[in-house]
């Protein structure tokens, strides 16, 4: 089989363990009924079997995937590899070394290898080999490894660097390895495309997510569809056609107008799930209501599955953290990435405590967001500037020097929007970036008026989180600081408490005319 060829499909790549069946399969079954589920390369890796024992399970594992033209390596094992004449092998760094296996195995067949580090992974590709399998991505019982995992910020790191390798042998191709789910796949390979030019890895591989699984074959369709979606579907893998990169001021102005007029006029509205903090649940709730979505406030970790059928976006907001608020929102995002539900994360107070930012640092590693909404403090604290400080839950200071930068590049980092609030919003998908001047100073004066942003983003982004969510954000923010402008003049408000029940009436009562019209929006990227 030549190594370059179209059979070496690496979209699903499923690495055997026989410790993991489940009772009633073999891994012969298992494999077979996870190629019938979509699986494009199967790598049969047996620790514990004896060479004789490995070759008669080789055989039978091979009957099955060549009849499926579905590639089969062997780990490690060239002896077995040539033994059965499987399409190739995949070796680690600890192994037979890459010249080695290539004179023996000859220039057709498939060669993979393990790399941790940028300088493992250029060495490979200089090497010959086929493909390499960057990781490991998250913690694994499956593979006792040397290196820490990396995460997908890690791997993409590595990623970046072995596809400047110039004039390689073999095209460069590669997947990741360690922890890989389908509540994780899209936000792995979302994370992972490269900062300039969004190359994605080719696939994912998967040992425990379909080899344990008790139905082989519909674990792998899921694994499959998250994996196509993150390929095909999301926003990041369709870099040309978002309006807000593309389109002129004015254009993105009545796109945001017609997100906003679709949300307040649809007859379905939007369900915005919340786990917020105690302070605002109210508020956030009520300011839903009026913008044209219907809350829904749940924290228990036990009724995130079904939640997740119905809802429309997620606002996570760690205002005030508990250990079961934290156990529901790890549940919450969980389900909300398996129907690629869109998440709204408010890092309230990120720098104030070594607790609080590493349940924020957690979240972003194992599930990330669609958007990330916080003040300039909260943003210096994620991105560790220096330039802005938090006061408990409060910005002080100055603030950046050039803000657009700052989260420009934070954007770019963490495959998401970024929204920082402020006398000026500034918002960036990582390609655009925007500063909305709309809003009041009494805004400041009332509780919760941030987390109500949150609440307006979520609100707004679910119809377009896929395709171009930078123009629901903007929709979002300019409506609620346009909201804030018209309650402030109202002759009834005195000051923060009458200013409190205006806000909401005017979220109910602005129209998408007016948002297109009074919107203060300037491109700065």
């Not at 790598?43 to 070759?55: H, N, P, V, W, Y």
């Not at 019982?141 to 042998?169: A, C, F, M, Y």
């Not at 070594?354 to 909260?378: C, P």
Request: proline share 4%; charged share 20%.
């Amino acid at each position: 089989m030549a190594a370059s060829g179209p059979k070496l499909n690496l979209t699903l790549y499923l690495v055997t363990d026989s410790g993991m069946l489940s009772e009633n399969k073999t891994l012969v079954q298992t494999v077979d009924e996870a190629i019938k589920g979509g699986v494009t390369i199967v790598q049969l890796r047996e620790k514990a079997s004896e060479t004789g024992d490995f070759i008669a399970l080789a055989r039978k594992v091979l009957q099955v995937t060549r009849k499926a033209r579905v590639p089969l390596l062997i780990n490690d094992r060239i002896d077995v590899a040539l033994a059965v004449d499987a399409d190739g092998v995949h070796i680690g760094q600890d192994d037979i070394s890459l010249a080695d296996a290539r004179r023996i195995l000859g220039p057709d067949k498939i060669i993979g290898m393990t790399v941790q580090t940028s300088e493992e992974a250029e060495a490979a590709v200089r090497g010959g080999v086929n493909y390499l399998g960057i990781g490991t991505c998250y913690a694994t019982p499956t593979k006792q490894v040397k290196v820490e995992p990396q995460g997908p910020s890690g791997i993409r790191d590595i990623w970046e660097h072995v596809l400047k390798v110039p004039n390689p042998t073999y095209p460069i191709r590669a997947v990741t390895i360690g922890g890989i789910n389908a509540y994780n796949a899209v936000h792995v390979l979302d994370s992972t495309r490269t900062l300039r030019d969004g190359i994605a890895l080719d696939g994912l591989a998967v040992v425990s997510a379909i080899m344990a699984a008790e139905d082989p074959r519909s674990a792998a369709q899921e694994m499959l569809a998250q994996i196509k979606f993150a390929l095909k579907e999301s926003w990041l893998a369709r870099p040309s056609a978002d309006v807000a990169s593309r389109g002129e001021l004015q254009e993105v102005r009545r796109a945001a107008a017609d997100v906003y007029a679709h949300t307040k006029s649809g007859w379905l509205k939007p369900l915005v799930q919340h786990i917020t903090n105690t302070v605002v649940v109210n508020d956030c709730a009520n300011a839903c209501l009026a913008m044209g979505g219907s809350p829904i406030m749940s924290t228990e970790a036990e009724e995130q599955h079904d939640l997740a059928l119905a809802i429309s976006s997620l606002v996570i907001n760690v205002g005030t953290l508990g250990e079961q608020q934290v156990t529901g929102m790890r549940a919450a995002m969980q389900q909300a990435r398996l129907h690629n539900t869109p998440i709204i994360l408010d890092p309230v107070a990120a720098g104030a405590t070594k607790y609080r930012a590493k349940v924020i640092a957690e979240l972003l590693r194992d599930f990330g967001a669609h958007v990330i909404k916080g003040n300039a403090g909260e943003i210096a604290a994620l991105t560790g500037s220096t330039e802005a400080q938090l006061r408990g839950v409060d910005f002080i200071g100055r603030g950046f020097s050039d803000p657009a930068a700052i989260i420009t590049k934070y954007s770019l980092r963490q495959r998401c929007v970024v929204v920082m609030t402020g006398t000026v919003d500034y918002l960036s998908d990582g390609r655009s970036t925007f500063a909305i001047r709309n809003g009041h100073p009494l805004q400041a004066a009332i509780t919760g008026s941030g987390c109500m942003v949150g609440t307006a983003l979520a609100t707004y982004i679910h119809s377009i989180a896929h395709v171009d969510p930078l123009i629901g954000a903007i929709a979002g923010m300019a409506a609620i600081n346009l909201a804030a402008e018209h309650a402030a003049r109202r002759t009834d408000v005195k000051g923060p408490g009458t200013f409190r029940a205006a806000f909401i009436d005017e979220m109910y009562s602005l129209t998408s005319e007016q948002l297109y019209e009074e919107m203060l929006l300037e491109r700065l990227v």
